[in-house]
């Protein structure tokens, strides 16, 4: 390949490979080092670290369009190194590779001060402790020192970039349209070093135009981690932290920090919405440790599902074992396999303890003051057992004779009296899981707590309630068969009892049925007929089960994206109405593919998205506003997206006169019926605001995982339930609706709406 492209430069293209010129080189560089307005005073807020500051002062005039300052109390600059300040690749941090490994500053590279002379105008005004007048440096383009003057100054340096990306019309064309986003990237940006350094004051001003320049962001210069945490997120968030520390001894890794609880007080008290509060240091350096969060984010969700925790971890590994040299911004660091895994393996271990303690204590005035879902609950409601039906026949030969229209066979669906399955592992032929439709939030509250298995099991979970009464039927009986079958013992529901769950061993079923199909064959023969059609029911789940329930195999989401890619919504329509199973279930067919459609989830899932299309929320003025304790980014956040909140109920008030974190402020919170909402679901819509920044779709959508879960309640509700007997235009009307949907592959609770059985085609051959 080599060959050919030096043939083609030198030869077809007439064109010869030439050396870029300095210059060039130097603006190409330089677009990689200072990308945006985030990057300006990354790089200066380094150095001025680096140069032993107590005290660093960054000020944006007009977003860092008219000037971008940063003012420290360091050691100031020799006069001996101003001709080569601002030179690409000239540094004092090393003299060659080798010394990359016992770097401990946050720069080394030399390409911080030349860079910025190429996307702006740099001057620098220092004095170094040896002298007693500063100096003011101006550079040109390239670096070079243009002029020198004589100033008054106290020890230290001010760095001032104006001008900023005039070169770059591109960049600077965009950064002009986004500059209240890039001022917040710079925040965001600023709260790790804010957050590392301690006993170092770090503060950061904002002014637009003549006006007065008002703080966004400041530390005191703690010497604690945890103080700076209070000091950049406020005592709210820092309540809801824990301490973590430990050590590697094998590897010398140590570990030190902050994490949320898994109950108690505070803002992250059961951990928050999105992973935006995570941040990772090694050795001192801001740093992206993906896989060590994803392990931390694995091991919350063992103890609160679906939410994410607020840490800030500094590591601490040996000099020279961790490659920092990877990435033009140094934040992604390289370590050896043997450190992620000691890192992972122990954490795992010291926050497992963590939580398991938490787990043992109950906060009374957490749980007085922070809503739960239990508000949005309704009251079960348990019916008494109905006694057993016969079954006339097995499912698959039930659905061959509505296939075929055998006119010999006298089909349960066809019968004036619903006629429930023999086992409810039919419930697994089906590909379903058998959850209550239309029953309480109460066990979807509670965080499941992590189980150890020691093979891979199914779960049938039946919920008692008015929506379940075939299936509650037939365990109500116990039926040895069952019990038999799934290698396990089968208890009694009652009525105190909320839900059921039957674990059971997939490989395990289909040597049971052979051993419960021949102790039947060797039985009476005068009572073993109604023992035949139960058994004919449970040969045909286990040789389902054992291929993998059809076409499509593999777990619940894998068929649910199986389906969505070979099924669309517009053949929904086309859909042929066969019958109604089990009083819950629409059998359908699409040329020779045999579809089961869940009548109660689809049915919800339709009335949910018109909830959600429908539902206005309203807003509750309150008698003195809430303030809300937040950061000077998610303050200019919400002052962009105040629509947002009104939208979700939320009257939000934002004076720019008050001091950081108290700005913004609460007038009317939202409600809906008799559910009402409290001021940590603003706190959740910020976040969710956070993570969807820069996608408009889905901003205008956002929606609280409250008011979600108050819709998918009412839509469960109001959609018809298992045991309704529906006529064919009324399932036809139940399959045709899904097509007009969005998601219409899943109810909001996630069960599937539909499964594929099996091919006609393929049906004899079974």
């Known amino acids: 390949s080599t060959m050919s492209v030096s043939a083609a430069d030198t030869g077809e293209c007439g064109r010869s490979i030439k050396q870029i010129d300095r210059e060039s080189v130097h603006k190409i560089c330089s677009g990689q080092v200072i990308g945006d307005l985030a990057s300006v005073v990354k790089e200066l807020v380094e150095n001025a670290i680096d140069a032993g500051a107590t005290c660093v002062e960054v000020t944006m ?9 940063v003012v420290d109390n360091g050691t100031g600059i020799m006069p001996t190194n101003f001709q080569a300040l601002a030179l690409p690749h000239h540094t004092s941090k090393l003299t060659s590779f080798d010394d990359l490994a016992a770097v401990t500053s946050f720069g080394f590279r030399g390409e911080a001060l030349g860079s910025l002379c190429s996307v702006g105008t740099l001057l620098v005004v ?33 760095v001032t970039v104006t001008k900023l990306f005039e070169r770059f019309p591109v960049r600077l064309k965009e950064y002009t349209a986004n500059k209240k986003r890039e001022l917040a990237k710079v925040l965001s940006v600023l709260h790790g070093y804010c957050l590392i350094s301690t006993n170092v004051r770090i503060r950061c001003f904002h002014q637009c135009g003549i006006g007065n320049k ?50 108690g007080a505070g803002t992250n008290a059961c951990g928050r919405s999105a992973p935006d509060r995570q941040f990772w240091f090694v050795n001192g350096r801001p740093a992206d440790l993906p896989r060590n969060s ?5 091991s919350f969700h063992s103890v609160a599902r679906n939410r994410y925790p607020a840490f800030v971890f500094s590591v601490t590994v040996p000099q020279g074992s961790a490659d920092i040299n990877v990435t033009p911004d140094k934040r992604t660091i390289l370590l050896q396999d043997e450190q992620y895994d000691a890192i992972c393996a122990s954490l795992t271990g010291e926050l497992e303890k963590l939580w398991e303690q938490d787990c043992q204590q109950f906060d009374l005035n ?81 965080p499941p707590m992590k189980r150890q298995r020691t093979q891979l099991a199914n779960e049938l979970s039946i919920h008692e309630g008015e929506n379940t009464d075939g299936l509650v039927r037939v365990l109500s009986d116990a039926d040895p068969n069952l019990a ?66 059809g076409e499509v195999a593999g777990d619940d989401s894998s068929r649910v994206a199986a389906l969505q890619r070979l ?72 002052g962009e997206r105040l629509a947002v909140f009104q939208k979700n109920g939320f009257l939000l008030h934002v004076d720019e006169a008050k001091a950081v974190g108290a700005r913004v402020a609460v007038r009317a ?97 079974v």
Not at 511 to 538: F, M, P, R
Not at 541 to 548: D, E, I, K, P, T
Not at 575 to 595: A, E, K, S, T, W
Not at 722 to 744: C, D, E, F, R, Y
Request: with cysteine.
């Open 61 to 69: 005039r007009d977003f860092g369009l008219k000037a971008v300052e």
């Open 294 to 298: 994803k392990t931390v984010n694995h």
């Open 484 to 549: 038999q079958l799934l290698g396990t013992q089968v208890p009694i529901p009652t009525s105190a009892r909320t839900s059921l769950t039957v674990a059971f061993d997939v490989d395990n079923v289909a040597q049971n049925c052979a051993k419960l199909h021949l102790s039947v064959a060797t039985a009476d023969d005068a009572g073993s007929v109604a023992g035949a059609a139960d058994i004919t029911g449970i040969d045909a789940a286990a040789h389902h089960l054992s291929v993998g329930r």
């Open 214 to 263: 008002v703080e966004l962001l400041r530390t005191e210069g703690n010497s604690s981690l945890r103080a700076n945490c209070t000091n950049v997120f406020g005592s709210d968030f820092v309540r809801g932290l824990a301490d973590v520390s430990f050590s590697h001894p094998e590897t010398g890794i140590k570990v030190e920090g902050l994490i949320s609880r898994r109950s």
């Open 567 to 638: 099924f669309t919504k517009e053949q929904f329509a086309q859909l042929l109405i066969l019958g109604q199973f089990n009083l819950g279930f629409i059998l359908c067919r699409h040329n020779d593919d045999v579809f089961i459609v869940d009548q109660h989830a689809a049915h919800e899932i339709y009335n949910f998205e018109q909830l959600e299309r429908d539902t206005v929320i309203h807003s509750q003025p309150l008698l003195a506003p809430l303030a809300l304790q937040l950061t000077a980014e998610d303050e200019l956040l919400v």
């Open 366 to 446: 957490s749980a007085l003051t922070q809503p739960t879902l239990h508000t949005l609950s309704s009251p079960l409601k348990s019916q008494p057992a109905s006694p057993r039906l016969p079954v006339r026949g097995s499912p698959a030969r039930v659905i061959e004779a509505m296939i075929h229209s055998d006119p010999n066979y006298s089909s349960p669906l066809t019968s004036p009296v619903p006629t429930p399955p023999a086992s409810p592992i039919l419930g697994d032929l089906l590909g379903s899981r058998c959850d209550c439709t239309g029953s309480s939030d109460l066990t979807a509250a509670t």
């Open 126 to 158: 220092t004095r170094h402790v040896s002298c007693d007048m500063a100096s003011a440096l101006l550079f040109d383009a390239a670096g070079n020192l243009a002029s020198t003057t004589p100033i008054s100054r106290q020890v230290g340096t001010t």
């Open 669 to 765: 919170l939202p409600y809906s019926k008799t559910t009402t909402f409290s001021v940590e679901d603003a706190y959740e819509l910020v976040a969710l605001l956070r993570a969807a920044e820069g996608s408009e779709r889905v901003i205008q959508t956002l929606r609280l995982s409250r008011v979600r879960a108050m819709l998918a309640s009412r839509a469960c509700r109001k959609s018809i339930m298992v045991g309704t007997p529906l006529t064919h235009a009324q399932m036809q009307k139940v399959v045709s609706g899904l097509g007009a949907l969005q998601k219409p592959w899943n109810c909001p609770h996630g069960r599937p709406t539909m499964r594929h059985l099996f091919s006609v085609a393929a049906l004899h051959t």
